[in-house]
């Protein structure tokens, strides 16, 4: 069967059985836009083809697995199963000021392996499909819409590395902005990588008006290049030149993903690097604080003084900071903790 998601099979279907657009305009507003549930949404169509279209077309591509929500937070932490079984997770983000925030995932696994994070433990990888990440858009729409909130923000921070999988990816970003599909507005979609430098160039120059953000974490070859082992294909010099070229094609800041470790990247030195491979470049830089997993039990997080003198440098050299509170974290639904404990599913790629 195929997904609802998938625009030119729906008009096909519409051209070969000569129905009026409008019905099937209707059907898909409702399912990606009002994120209204299927059995609503076929009602918009003529009676009589009701059936043909059910017949033709999937409800949904992945199977809600299990729901945890955050005792502590406005968290809401996913897991999917897809039709091979596979485990994935997103996560529902709300926030006191009431926005509401989606974090999707982009693969099973992750080959970036970076040593902070559950997902490149997982041992597969496996790209999701575009109609595969917009499920996850539509599934935890309806929880959102069910609450009577609106989903603000949409990041591509979960599971996998996005510009691992560029071209679901940038089919995802297609039917996300398309009028016809889910029409989110391309800055209120985040991308975030861990650093591919062509294809952080390819994404500003397709969809100029979708904000990136980079895993940073260091600007120490020998340190970023133990804590995120693509540094030993990407260096530091070659990253920067990329998000020179982003800026100036994108004509905005890009987001600096920095998380604080204890004694490995937030020392003086380190403050004082990362201000100088900064300074010429548009940035807005986000810290992070260390969420622990069970994998990694030789990092810890920044104490909180350190945290607040790291940032109170950041902002005396006229760089934009923000502190980011992590939600999720007693659900392990937060930065780097998707996919541990009994929701692992160690399989061979």
């Not at 009701?50 to 077309?57: L, S, W």
């Not at 120059?205 to 030993?232: F, K």
């Not at 403050?271 to 622990?292: F, K, M, S």
Request: glycine share 6%; net charge neutral.
């Amino acid at each position: 069967m195929t997904s609802i998601i998938a625009q030119d099979a729906i008009d096909a279907w519409r051209r070969e059985r000569q129905l009026d657009p409008e019905p099937l305009r209707r059907l898909r507003a409702s399912v990606l836009r009002k994120f209204e549930g299927w059995e609503r949404a076929v009602e918009h169509l003529p009676p009589e083809h009701r059936e043909d279209f059910r017949r033709q077309f999937a409800a949904r591509s992945l199977t809600l697995a299990d729901r945890r929500d955050s005792g502590r937070d406005g968290a809401t932490k996913l897991l999917f199963r897809t039709t091979a079984d596979l485990p994935l997770e997103s996560v529902i983000l709300r926030v006191a000021s009431g926005r509401t925030s989606l974090c999707v995932s982009s693969q099973v696994g992750c080959a970036a392996r970076c040593d902070f994070c559950a997902t490149g433990r997982m041992n597969v990888v496996k790209n999701l499909s575009a109609e595969e990440i917009l499920e996850q858009v539509v599934q935890a729409g309806q929880i959102i819409a069910a609450e009577g909130r609106r989903l603000r923000n949409l990041v591509f921070m979960g599971m996998g590395e996005p510009l691992h999988n560029e071209t679901e990816l940038h089919r995802a970003l297609a039917a996300l902005v398309d009028r016809r599909a889910f029409n989110l507005h391309p800055a209120r979609i985040m991308i975030s990588t861990v650093g591919i430098p062509a294809g952080m160039i390819r994404l500003a120059e397709a969809w100029p008006g979708v904000r990136l953000a980079l895993s940073l974490h260091s600007v120490r070859p020998e340190v970023r290049q133990t804590l995120m082992p693509i540094s030993l294909r990407h260096g530091l010099d070659e990253l920067h030149g990329a998000m020179r070229e982003v800026t100036r094609l994108q004509q905005r800041e890009i987001m600096i993903e920095y998380l604080l470790l204890d004694g490995v990247n937030d020392t003086d030195d380190d403050l004082r690097l990362l201000i100088e491979y900064l300074c010429d470049i548009d940035v807005h830089v986000n810290l992070i604080p260390y969420n622990p997993i069970d994998d990694a039990p030789h990092l810890a997080g920044s104490p909180p003084e350190r945290c607040l003198h790291f940032a109170a440098g950041l902002k005396a050299a006229g760089l934009r900071v923000t502190t980011r509170y992590s939600l999720g974290s007693d659900v392990a639904a937060a930065c780097g903790q998707l996919v541990r404990g009994n929701q692992r599913r160690r399989v061979t790629a």
